[in-house]
């Protein structure tokens, strides 16, 4: 089966780096999506992974081991506006081309 | 670009009547997604197109739910008759085709509520 699984709630403080963590068990892969919720608006992308290893896009990184099925997505220098919700999804070439499963999502608050 | 663009954007009815979800893609976009989010299960694919034909519906809960894409500029989601279970964001999403790093970009959503 189609598997994805994130922590449900975070809390950090503004300045500090938190580390969200991803596991997925999917019948394919064909890459790895981090998007950015916040309360109210829809879900917009933050970064992709395909190959082991780190993407670093400013303040924002994501780690990818494909062997092990995980990945975490890395905040630094955390602002209040980072508080929404962070959420893994995996494309999965299953039967399905193009198709995105998504965990639940990890909400994240950022306190002063 | 003006993004997705989804109507209406709130919804309120009553349970048996039928709803009407509009979005329209971005343009030059080939793949089209309608998605329903809740707290419960959090976002689920219900189905997706592309070049307008529709590739997996597996995700449709049932036979309330239908889903048409008449032409790459317009799609509609039908709920007939509506049920309470129903209410929920519904997104609907499009992407420029099928490469693997093409990301979705996401309309700002329904919000259903069924009385």
């Known amino acids: 089966g189609q598997n994805i699984d994130q922590p449900t709630e975070m809390t950090a403080t503004e300045g500090a780096i938190v580390q969200i963590n991803c596991t997925y068990q999917?019948?394919?892969?064909?890459?790895l999506f981090w998007y950015q919720q916040h309360a109210g608006e829809a879900p917009t992308f933050l970064s992709y992974?395909?190959?082991?290893g780190l993407e670093e896009k400013g303040r924002f990184s994501s780690f990818l081991s494909r062997s092990k099925g995980y990945s975490y997505l890395l905040l630094k220098e955390l602002q209040m506006k980072d508080s929404a919700s962070y959420l893994c999804?995996?494309?999965?070439?299953?039967?399905?081309?193009?198709?995105?499963?998504f965990g639940k999502g990890t909400k994240l608050s950022v306190k002063p | 670009d003006a993004g997705v663009i989804q109507s209406p954007r709130h919804e309120v009815t009553e349970m048996g009547q039928e709803v009407t979800l509009r979005c329209k893609p971005i343009?030059?976009?080939?793949?089209l997604f309608w998605y329903r989010q809740t707290m419960m299960r959090g976002l689920e694919l219900l189905i997706y197109?592309?070049?307008?034909?529709?590739?997996?519906d597996s995700g449709m809960p049932e036979d309330r739910f239908s889903a048409k894409m008449p032409n790459a500029s317009f799609s509609t989601l039908k709920i007939q008759p509506s049920e309470p279970r129903d209410s929920a964001v519904y997104f609907c999403?499009?992407?420029?085709?099928?490469?693997?790093?093409?990301?979705?970009?996401f309309g700002p959503g329904t919000r259903l509520l069924v009385l």
């Open positions: 992974n395909v190959l082991d």
């Open positions: 999804a995996v494309r999965d070439y299953g039967g399905s081309q193009g198709n995105l499963i």
């Open positions: 343009s030059g976009h080939n793949s």
């Open positions: 197109f592309n070049n307008n034909v529709p590739i997996d």
């Open positions: 999403a499009s992407s420029p085709g099928q490469g693997n790093q093409e990301t979705q970009y």
């Open positions: 999917t019948s394919g892969f064909n890459g």
